[in-house]
């Protein structure tokens, strides 16, 4: 007699991670279901925890870390030009930066420990 397992099979659907990445960056563009905000120089960044801790392992120990979850973090250690563009990367998987920031932005995503930014950058 078979299982029921024997009978479940898996359908792929590659584009799926793509068009969740996209939806979640128009919630995070218009400040929808954000649940926080990052601040750096002045500069605001609505933004979902579960995105920063899935790109970066200093969001995630800072949010699976024991005690209330912040609704706000300081990140002054990191420009907001740095900070934006790894912010995109997280919800499109594109680095936009330009060579002159290439530095800067190398920098932050040590800090925030972003492995794939690091790997990526210092190969160039």
Known sequence: MASPEDDLIGIPFPEHSSELLSCLNEQRQ??????????????????????????????????????????????DFVGPEALGALLEFAYTATLTISSANMGEVLRAAQLLEIPCVIAGLEYR
Do not use: M, N, W
């Open 30 to 75: 218009l400040g929808l279901l954000c649940d926080v905000t990052i601040k750096t120089q002045g500069l605001e960044y609505r933004t979902h925890r579960a995105v920063l801790a899935a790109s970066s392992r200093y969001f995630k120990k800072l949010f699976a870390g024991p005690g209330p979850g912040q609704e706000v973090c300081e990140l």
